[in-house]
């Protein structure tokens, strides 16, 4: 009888140090879902519209706001409305904040950040970048440095189509141009040109 009563209180005492232990867990700070190698397509009438890929992403749920980790990086493909490949977006870490009802739904991109338009041929360079995909617009408050064939740009916030076609810089400073045109240029017509008069 003795030896049945020391056993059963062993057992209590080991339950009770491992809940101790679980009730150190934040269950808040621990993913849900955790992705490596992710890769996502949005397509749209059979042309692909946006193409995401990230080495890992965790999946955070809670009642009035879910969002996903990137902490390892992320690339995002944006594709013209023809589908051909246009803007690419890169960073070292990036958030994506979603509401249960879908009133929400913004990306947050960290450090190192690049948006490069291949069409246009214009790069951008800042610490942090926004985007609202309900909107269809990125923008920062933070420092930023754009170039492309004609010039260098820089100054403090910016705001853009989700494209990066027309993006506005909102405080530039030192700015540097190269002038490709010459407003003294004489247009010649080819099709009647006659060419010059030959010395008599």
């Not at 920062?140 to 754009?146: P, V």
């Amino acid at each position: 009888m003795l030896a049945t009563a020391s056993a059963v209180a062993f057992v209590v005492f080991s339950c009770k140090g491992n809940l101790s232990e679980a009730e150190k867990l934040d269950l808040d700070k621990i993913p849900l879902q955790v992705v490596d190698n992710m890769f996502y397509v949005q397509s749209e009438n059979g042309l692909v519209k946006m193409r995401v890929e990230s080495p890992r992403m965790e999946v955070y749920e809670h009642d009035t706001l879910s969002y996903d980790l990137f902490p390892a990086g992320i690339h995002v493909y944006g594709y013209s409305e023809d589908g051909m490949l246009e803007t690419t977006i890169d960073a070292l870490q990036a958030r994506h904040d979603k509401t249960p009802d879908g009133a929400r739904d913004k990306w947050s991109a960290y450090g190192d950040v690049v948006i490069h338009n291949i069409i246009k041929q214009e790069t951008m360079k800042t610490d942090t970048l926004y985007w609202d995909s309900k909107e269809h617009e990125i923008w920062t408050d933070c420092y930023i440095l754009m170039y492309s064939p004609s010039g260098t740009m820089q100054g403090y916030g910016m705001r853009s189509d989700e494209m990066a076609r027309n993006a506005i810089l909102m405080r530039p400073f030192d700015n540097e141009f190269i002038i490709t045109s010459d407003s003294t240029q004489v247009a010649v017509d080819s099709v009647n040109f006659v060419g010059p008069m030959l010395k008599k």
